[in-house]
Each structure stands twice: as structure tokens, then as C-alpha cells.
């Protein structure tokens, strides 16, 4: 392969050509960004960018000279029209030809948006600005849905002094993958934060009246916001005739259905897999299988996935899905987790009031667990199911047991 082009520019995107190079691939290298400027990181926008802390050179995935030293050719602001598999290359957006020998799609998503005008997204860094301009305090914020991005969305709308609602139709949100434990937990916390939360959807948005389904009445907002998921960015792979379903289908490599494309990322969907996984970890685990399918190498197993949010104070940890526990085990109190008079401090101490976590089992094996404010306990539980340790309930639940010693057997 003399030459790799990459389209897309979030950490799938850089994380592959970061793979690439690190495994001695030394031919020509070009990502392609529809987006201006350097290539970012997106978890921060939902925290620390709304809250003023972060500036844009603070949330950069790699700085400028990066690239120039892995002999990345970044191309920002060119928006790629069409991928042409069977020509060897790709179409730019001014109609432009380029060539390449394999073409990585690392496109990511689009934020689903609700059908009345002026409503808010949250995924790039302009709309992050925008927001953050509104969110002043006493201003009336309806955040729709209540996920990762819109609770961390609304938690930061708190932090900023706005009055916040926050309009999901599902009672307690993330239930099916961390637990109802965890997830209720983390659900009243928006409560006792000042949150207004309300289980209904949105029928329509008249001016400033936010009317809601069912006999939840309305809600007066100067801004609305949705945070209701994304949908895969699969434009470039259906013209190119690639197999779509519920995103672009790829091996355990990341090979599509055309041999000389990949994809990665938020994008891509694993043969096998009902789901696609849009995490960090997730993003920058298929860069290096990306780079591994590419080279013609075996893809090193991959163990449970992983991921995190912040919101008012406390670290949220999930690894694997409840979905797939028989049972769920507790360490610690959900009652005392969250609380404004926490004693304890987001640092896996394990002390009384510390936050807790959920551990799910299934055939006497760790399968998932979900913790809030235990890092030390997640990072051992990821290893115990990784190697398939055999484990007890009573082991697991008692918070004087060093989970760690367990890994010893």
C-alpha cells in the first residue's frame, strides 16, 4: 500500500493513523475533516467546554506538530463527496480526484434532532460555543433526554446557574446497561441538584413553550437542547455500495464489504454485534484493529468494553452490559451514593458514602459491573472478567474484600 486515506477526524480517525505509524507503516498517510482546525476531543464539550474551562487548544487530540512528525497529511476543512473503492480513491468535495490504495471511513455521527426550529445539538465545537453563550445563570434550559450528553449537559446547565428541566420519556435511563441500581442512583441525583426532571416525551415546541406528551402539561424555555443519540454517518459507505445496517458492517479488522475500505468508530458496526459502541475507548480500540486489518495482522482480542461520564461531582464507570447478568450484586449503599454530604471523594477508596457499584454475574463469572465514584473497584472488576476469574457473591459484596486479591488464583 503506498497510499491510506482516512476520512474523518475524531479519535477513531486519529487513532488510526497513530496505529498505522506505530506499526510500521511507512507509506503515504492523508485524514480528510469537514471540520476546520485541528482535530478535537468530543467528551470534554459536554463538561468542561460548556463550563468555561476548556479552550479549544486544551482539547485537542494531538498538538500541530504531531502530525508533521508522523507524516500525517491533515487536510482540514475538505469535506470528501464520494469514496470510489473501485477506482482506487476518493472524491472531494470542489469535485477533486485523489487517490488512495484503502480508504478508512471514521465519519462518526450526526446528533438526532427534534422536528421544531431552534432547538440545540451538541457534537462539535461551534455548537458547543453556541450553547455555552445561553447557558447564563437564571436562564430557563429544557434539556430532551436524559443519556450521557444530556445529563451531563443538564448537570453543567446547573453548575452555570440555569434553571434546568430535563424531559425523558423512559423512567430511569441506562438502566439496561448499568443496572437499575446505578442507573436509579444516578437518575435522583439530578433531583437533588435542583434538576427538574419529568418522564415524558415532546409533542411540540410553540415559541417558548415547550408542550409535553400525555398529561405532563408544558414547560417555558429559552433554550432547548437534545440529547436524544445520533445517527451513524453512513452517506459515503451507501453510495459506495458498502453493506449498511444500523452502520457500516466490518469485520473483526474493520474491513467493510469492499476489501479496500475499513471503519471505525461511532460509524461502524461489528459483524455479530446487535449494537454499535459509541465510546472513547471504543473509538480508539478500532483505530489499532483498523491498523492491524490493514497490515494483514491478527487482531489482538479485545476484552470488555468500557466507558465513563461526569456529572454533578461524581464519575460514573461501566464495564460490560447488565444486559447480560443473571444476577447483580451491590458493594456500598445507593442510598448514601450521590448525596450532597458525601464524605467520601471519587477515588475508589471504598470508605462509607464513597459511592457504590453493581456487580452483575452470570454463571458464578463477572460479566459487567457499574460503579459511581469507585475507580479502583471497576479497574479490578474489568480484569476479573477479562480473564474469566471465578468469583462469589459474598466476595464481591463485602467491602473490606481487596477485589485485587481475587486476580491472584
Not at 476520512?7 to 476546520?36: F, H
Not at 434539556?143 to 450521557?148: K, P
Not at 466507558?307 to 464507570?317: I, K, P, Y
Not at 477515588?347 to 459511592?355: T, V
Request: aromatic residues 4%.
Amino acid at each position: 500500500m503506498k497510499h491510506i486515506a482516512v476520512v474523518g477526524a475524531g479519535l477513531a480517525a486519529v487513532s488510526t493513523c497513530a496505529a498505522l505509524r506505530a506499526q510500521g507503516y511507512d507509506g503515504g498517510l492523508t485524514l480528510y475533516s469537514a471540520e476546520p482546525g485541528l482535530p478535537y476531543d468530543r467528551p470534554p464539550l459536554s463538561k468542561d467546554v460548556l463550563l468555561g474551562k476548556a479552550q479549544r487548544a486544551d482539547v485537542l487530540l494531538r498538538p500541530a506538530d504531531w502530525y508533521d512528525a508522523h507524516r500525517v497529511v491533515l487536510r482540514p476543512g475538505i469535506p470528501v463527496r464520494a469514496v470510489r473503492p473501485g477506482e482506487g480513491g476518493l472524491e472531494l468535495d470542489d469535485g477533486t480526484r485523489e487517490k488512495a490504495d484503502r480508504v478508512v471511513l471514521a465519519t462518526g455521527g450526526t446528533p438526532r434532532t427534534l422536528p421544531f426550529p431552534g432547538t440545540h445539538t451538541l457534537r462539535t465545537w461551534e455548537e458547543a460555543e453556541r450553547l455555552r453563550e445561553r447557558l447564563l445563570p437564571g436562564a430557563r434550559v429544557v434539556v430532551v433526554g436524559a443519556g450521557l450528553i444530556g445529563a451531563e449537559t443538564a448537570a453543567a446547565a446547573r453548575v452555570l446557574g440555569c434553571e434546568v428541566t430535563l424531559v425523558d420519556p423512559v423512567p430511569v435511563p441506562l438502566a439496561a446497561v448499568v443496572g437499575d441500581a446505578v442507573a436509579g442512583a444516578l437518575h435522583r441525583r439530578h433531583t437533588i441538584e435542583g434538576v427538574r426532571v419529568i418522564t415524558a416525551g415532546v409533542d411540540r415546541v410553540e415559541g417558548s413553550v415547550v408542550h409535553l406528551t400525555g398529561d405532563a402539561g408544558q414547560v417555558v424555555a429559552d433554550t432547548v437542547v437534545a440529547g436524544i443519540g445520533i445517527r451513524p454517518a453512513t452517506e459515503l459507505a451507501l453510495t459506495a455500495g458498502l453493506s449498511v445496517d444500523n452502520g457500516i458492517v466490518v469485520d473483526t479488522g474493520r474491513r467493510t464489504s469492499h476489501p479496500h475500505v475499513y471503519a471505525v468508530g461511532d460509524v461502524a458496526r461489528h459483524d455479530g454485534s446487535p449494537v454499535r459502541h459509541e465510546h472513547w475507548e471504543a473509538a480508539q480500540r478500532d483505530g489499532e484493529a483498523a491498523a492491524h486489518g490493514l497490515l494483514g495482522r491478527p487482531v489482538p482480542e479485545e476484552g470488555a468494553s468500557w466507558f465513563w461520564s461526569d456529572r454533578h461531582g461524581s464519575r460514573l464507570e461501566a464495564v460490560g452490559t447488565m444486559a447480560d447478568a443473571e444476577r447483580v450484586v451491590l458493594r456500598g449503599s445507593p442510598e448514601v451514593s450521590g448525596s450532597p454530604d458525601d464524605s467520601g471523594s471519587p477515588d475508589g477508596s471504598g470508605s462509607p458514602g464513597a459511592g457504590f457499584v453493581a456487580f452483575g454475574l452470570r454463571g458464578g463469572r463477572l460479566v459487567a459491573a457499574a460503579a459511581i465514584d469507585r475507580v479502583r473497584e471497576i479497574k479490578a472488576a474489568r480484569r476479573l472478567i477479562d480473564r474469566g476469574v471465578p468469583v462469589e457473591a459474598a466476595q464481591l459484596a463485602d467491602e473490606t474484600a481487596d477485589l485485587r486479591t481475587l486476580l491472584k488464583r
